[in-house]
């Protein structure tokens, strides 16, 4: 029996609400009927839940007590494909239905009905009388180019009262207006002023432009090294998107990176587009979400929850460093953007284009196989070409205690400053040094809730755990033995080699670009925007640095510890690395200027470093593609880690005993269970951690064997259980 197209008032409808309910309620649709999908506030006991109706009530209750719909919110219902997709990604991720549809309605008001509220732009007249809190107002504004927000907004990214900004009102500096409270995006034009495309990207911009047109759900691998033109190349398919009336998505892996993205993207179709990740303001959320559900918004920019908004017609999803590990969501729902991209377009019908300089192991094997659709790009655009790649072997270099820039690349740095360009000295660790030592008595310094050791951050005087955030300031004595002052810094951090650079490189103007130093991401972005202009002599930079920014002066790549991700037991910590240092070294020459890459290591002879240097992927892939089939990992086997926590380790080790011995319905599909074992971080935040992995051959029902392995346990008391399908980290 298909599903009625309507429901009038009083039949009764199955309604999946956002509470951790394990099953449908029953409502009786209210006056008026609604249609299936619809947004709805239903009761459950004493409160007014958000719902949504997924089909015909079940009946098998007692009708007189069933209540009604409270009302229908005035949104587009959920379309069948939403539904379908987010039961599809449920029972993927084994997530139960509630929190997927929290997931997709993370927008608040969203039963609000339209009205008018006051917005606040800047105004013609300047004030009589300049303060603090006036300038910073009147700077937001001019920052924000036009943009006009809520008095409450203003006031709150300004840090002034509302009455400052109500001052500025009477004098004419910022002007008050009454606006609708959700505005539609302004249109894109697909035909304003695309580049001229060089004779490959053509090649590869038409092929994707046929794609778009066969309305047909397909995916295809965008491979080519950084500044090969993959932006200029997809935002074609973007285009042809919008000329056949259908919406598209870009996911980016760094809100940082937005920013650059949408100037580009305003360039090339003449306005900017929607807007979605953590650092929009709810007003703009809330708008972006009821406009993308009303077709309002042809393109939307966002971090990697934007899959779940509700599209009308979406054609297009790109995932632009596709193989970024921040596509993989690793706390809530544990879900990988560009798996879940994959899974709505094929419910939808639409294309998804996977851009990347170094793919994953996972897409390369798709595209391998045939399943993905490969095109790639081969050389820079212009007259830039690939950088120099040459290890610097540490074991060769005098280095003097406590230093880590090297002789050879101190000269390096010296000879790029003489000719006036940049250079880069790239770190993958945040904070001053990684470990606080007691030179009496050896204690490291640890957090007191986790298995982890403090990271000494200089720029904010304190010592924080990088688990759990947790701070506490550099005491002046060891914790342990009581001596004083004998608490030493090991190691480097980038905050530690920029004082080193300091000293090595006296006239040098340095910039340091890491996450933790900014208060926000304008802040951050204002800071790249400098260098890109040639404000900085040296950059020194972590993993920030490697996605996308574009800084043309740039010619040379230090990297201080080549060796470091190589160090780690994890599953893909060869390809980590060897993507890593290959974006890193991207980023050097992408103007005229020729660029080089030298990476600094220990041990030049190690295989993946060998590959790096050579640049020869398709031998790396190969060689890395054929030690996982071997082992049977991903994307050869399948993985799933089970991850249990409590405040004592006994029963929690004591409940993965006993699921490691009632293992029969993963037996019964050929899987293998390992484990328990304490994790790797043995405690976060006071709670004990214990993990489980299951290895399973490729094509079998993993995901149901494991709903049934785990369905007959309860949990007691405080010990709590989560399921990692495919997991990327083993935290
Ligand atoms: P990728 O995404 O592969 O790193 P981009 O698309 O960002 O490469 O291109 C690198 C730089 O070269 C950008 O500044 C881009 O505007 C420029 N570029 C690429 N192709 C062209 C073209 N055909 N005409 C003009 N500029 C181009
Ligand atoms: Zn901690």
Same mark, same amino acid.
């Given at each position: 029996?298909?599903?009625?197209? +309507?429901?009038?008032?009083?039949?009764?409808?199955?309604?999946?609400?956002?509470?951790?309910?394990?099953?449908?309620?029953?409502?009786?649709?209210?006056?008026?009927?609604? +249609?299936?999908?619809?947004?709805?506030?239903?009761?459950?006991?004493?409160?007014?839940?958000?719902?949504?109706?997924?089909?015909?009530?079940?009946?098998?209750?007692?009708?007189?007590?069933?209540?009604? @719909?409270?009302?229908?919110?005035?949104?587009?219902?959920?379309?069948?494909?939403?539904?379908?997709?987010?039961?599809? /990604?449920?029972?993927?991720?084994?997530?139960?239905?509630?929190?997927?549809?929290?997931? !997709?309605? *993370?927008?608040?008001?969203?039963?609000?009905?339209?009205?008018?509220?006051?917005?606040?732009?800047?105004?013609?007249?300047?004030?009589?009388?300049?303060?603090?809190?006036?300038?910073?107002?009147?700077?937001?504004?001019?920052?924000?180019?036009?943009?006009?927000?809520?008095?409450?907004?203003?006031?709150?990214?300004?840090?002034?009262?509302?009455?400052?900004?109500?001052?500025?009102?009477?004098?004419?500096?910022?002007?008050?207006?009454?606006?609708?409270?959700?505005?539609?995006?302004?249109?894109?034009?697909?035909?304003?002023?695309?580049?001229?495309?060089?004779?490959?990207?053509?090649?590869?911009?038409?092929?994707? %432009?046929?794609?778009?047109?066969?309305?047909? &759900?397909?995916?295809?691998?965008?491979? #080519?090294?950084?500044?090969?033109?993959?932006? =200029?190349?997809?935002?074609?398919?973007?285009?042809?998107?919008?000329?056949?009336?259908?919406?598209?998505?870009?996911?980016?892996?760094?809100?940082?990176?937005? /920013?650059?993205?949408?100037?580009?993207?305003?360039?090339?179709?003449?306005?900017?587009?929607?807007?979605?990740?953590?650092?929009?303001?709810?007003?703009? *959320?809330?708008?972006?979400?009821?406009?993308?559900?009303?077709?309002?918004?042809?393109?939307?920019?966002?971090?990697?929850?934007?899959? +779940?908004?509700?599209?009308?017609?979406?054609?297009?999803?790109?995932?632009?460093?596709?193989?970024?590990?921040?596509?993989?969501?690793?706390?809530?729902?544990?879900?990988?953007?560009?798996?879940? !991209? @994959?899974?709505?377009?094929?419910?939808?019908?639409?294309?998804?284009?996977?851009?990347?300089?170094?793919?994953?192991?996972?897409?390369?094997?798709?595209?391998?196989?045939?399943?993905?659709?490969?095109? =790639?790009?081969?050389?820079?655009?212009?007259?830039?070409?690939?950088?120099?790649?040459?290890?610097?072997?540490?074991?060769?270099?005098?280095?003097?205690?406590?230093?880590?820039?090297?002789?050879?690349?101190?000269?390096?740095?010296?000879?790029?400053?003489?000719?006036?360009?940049?250079?880069?000295?790239?770190?993958?660790?945040?904070? &001053?040094?990684?470990?606080?030592?007691?030179?009496?008595?050896?204690?490291?310094?640890?957090?007191?809730?986790?298995?982890? %050791?403090?990271?000494?951050?200089?720029?904010?005087?304190?010592?924080?755990?990088?688990?759990?955030?947790?701070?506490?300031?550099?005491?002046?004595?060891?914790?342990?033995?009581?001596?004083?002052?004998?608490?030493?810094?090991?190691?480097?951090?980038?905050?530690?080699?920029? =004082?080193?650079?300091?000293?090595?490189?006296?006239?040098?103007?340095?910039?340091?670009?890491?996450?933790?130093?900014?208060?926000?991401?304008?802040?951050?972005?204002?800071? $790249?925007?400098? $260098?890109?202009?040639? =404000?900085?002599?040296?950059?020194?930079?972590?993993?920030?640095?490697?996605?996308?920014?574009?800084?043309?002066?740039?010619?040379?790549? #230090?990297?201080?510890?080549?060796?470091?991700?190589?160090?780690?037991?994890?599953?893909?910590?060869?390809? *980590?690395?060897?993507?890593?240092?290959?974006?890193?070294?991207?980023?050097?020459?992408?103007?005229?200027?020729?660029?080089? /890459?030298?990476?600094?290591?220990?041990?030049?002879?190690?295989?993946?470093?060998?590959?790096?240097?050579?640049?020869?992927?398709?031998?790396?892939?190969?060689?890395?593609?054929?030690?996982?089939?071997?082992?049977?990992?991903?994307?050869?086997?399948?993985?799933?880690?089970?991850?249990?926590?409590?405040?004592?380790?006994?029963?929690?080790?004591?409940?993965?005993?006993?699921?490691?011995?009632?293992?029969?319905?993963?037996?019964?599909?050929?899987?293998?269970?390992?484990?328990? /074992?304490?994790?790797?971080?043995?405690?976060?935040?006071?709670?004990?951690?214990?993990?489980?992995?299951?290895?399973?051959?490729?094509?079998?029902?993993?995901?149901?064997?494991?709903?049934?392995?785990?369905?007959?346990?309860?949990?007691?008391?405080?010990?709590?259980?989560?399921?990692?399908?495919?997991?990327?980290?083993?935290?």
């Amino acid at each position: 029996m298909s599903d009625p197209e +309507f429901f009038d008032h009083g039949e009764l409808v199955a309604v999946l609400t956002t509470q951790p309910l394990d099953r449908l309620l029953d409502y009786k649709a209210p006056e008026g009927g609604c +249609f299936p999908g619809a947004f709805v506030e239903v009761p459950l006991g004493p409160r007014k839940v958000l719902g949504v109706v997924w089909g015909p009530g079940r009946g098998d209750f007692d009708r007189a007590k069933i209540r009604s @719909v409270i009302r229908v919110l005035d949104v587009a219902p959920m379309r069948e494909e939403m539904r379908a997709f987010l039961g599809r /990604a449920a029972d993927y991720t084994l997530t139960p239905m509630p929190a997927m549809l929290r997931l !997709a309605t *993370r927008a608040p008001g969203l039963g609000d009905p339209p009205s008018m509220r006051k917005i606040y732009r800047l105004g013609d007249c300047a004030p009589d009388r300049m303060t603090d809190a006036r300038a910073r107002v009147l700077e937001l504004l001019r920052d924000f180019g036009g943009l006009a927000f809520t008095l409450k907004e203003l006031a709150e990214m300004a840090g002034v009262t509302s009455s400052v900004i109500k001052g500025l009102v009477k004098q004419g500096a910022v002007r008050e207006e009454d606006s609708p409270r959700d505005l539609p995006f302004p249109q894109l034009d697909p035909d304003l002023c695309g580049k001229d495309l060089t004779e490959d990207q053509t090649a590869a911009a038409d092929t994707l %432009r046929a794609a778009m047109r066969s309305d047909s &759900y397909g995916t295809t691998l965008l491979k #080519g090294v950084t500044g090969s033109g993959k932006t =200029e190349v997809y935002l074609e398919a973007v285009a042809e998107a919008l000329r056949l009336g259908k919406q598209a998505l870009v996911l980016l892996p760094e809100i940082a990176l937005t /920013a650059e993205f949408l100037t580009r993207v305003e360039a090339r179709f003449g306005a900017r587009p929607a807007e979605w990740h953590s650092g929009a303001t709810m007003t703009e *959320r809330r708008r972006v979400w009821r406009m993308v559900g009303q077709g309002d918004a042809q393109l939307v920019v966002g971090a990697r929850s934007a899959l +779940f908004l509700p599209f009308r017609h979406l054609g297009l999803i790109i995932v632009d460093e596709e193989h970024d590990t921040s596509y993989k969501q690793e706390d809530g729902v544990l879900y990988n953007a560009r798996d879940m !991209a @994959v899974l709505r377009a094929a419910i939808c019908g639409s294309q998804v284009i996977l851009a990347s300089a170094t793919p994953s192991l996972e897409s390369w094997a798709n595209a391998e196989a045939g399943k993905y659709d490969r095109l =790639e790009l081969t050389a820079r655009f212009g007259a830039a070409v690939l950088p120099e790649m040459k290890a610097i072997d540490m074991r060769a270099e005098q280095m003097q205690a406590g230093t880590w820039i090297s002789p050879t690349l101190r000269r390096a740095v010296l000879d790029r400053m003489e000719k006036g360009e940049q250079a880069l000295l790239f770190i993958n660790r945040r904070g &001053y040094a990684p470990v606080t030592l007691c030179r009496a008595c050896g204690q490291q310094i640890g957090c007191d809730h986790c298995d982890a %050791r403090m990271v000494e951050h200089r720029f904010l005087k304190r010592l924080m755990c990088h688990q759990c955030g947790e701070t506490k300031p550099v005491p002046e004595t060891c914790p342990s033995c009581g001596a004083e002052g004998r608490l030493a810094p090991v190691g480097p951090g980038i905050e530690r080699l920029a =004082e080193e650079a300091g000293a090595a490189f006296p006239d040098a103007n340095i910039a340091v670009l890491s996450s933790d130093m900014f208060g926000s991401a304008r802040a951050l972005k204002a800071k $790249i925007e400098e $260098i890109a202009e040639g =404000e900085a002599d040296i950059i020194i930079g972590t993993q920030l640095v490697a996605k996308g920014h574009n800084f043309p002066k740039l010619t040379l790549v #230090g990297v201080i510890d080549a060796d470091l991700g190589l160090q780690g037991s994890d599953l893909r910590a060869a390809e *980590r690395t060897f993507q890593l240092m290959r974006q890193v070294a991207g980023r050097a020459g992408r103007a005229e200027r020729p660029g080089q /890459a030298l990476l600094q290591t220990f041990q030049p002879e190690h295989p993946v470093i060998r590959a790096i240097l050579s640049g020869d992927e398709i031998g790396f892939w190969k060689a890395e593609a054929a030690e996982r089939q071997v082992a049977g990992v991903p994307p050869y086997g399948r993985m799933a880690g089970i991850i249990l926590s409590g405040p004592e380790v006994g029963p929690v080790f004591d409940l993965g005993n006993a699921m490691a011995r009632n293992d029969a319905p993963l037996r019964q599909i050929g899987a293998q269970v390992f484990g328990p /074992a304490p994790a790797p971080i043995a405690r976060i935040r006071g709670r004990h951690r214990v993990r489980l992995l299951i290895k399973a051959p490729k094509g079998v029902p993993l995901q149901e064997a494991i709903a049934r392995w785990i369905a007959p346990l309860r949990l007691k008391g405080d010990l709590r259980l989560s399921v990692d399908i495919d997991p990327q980290s083993f935290y």
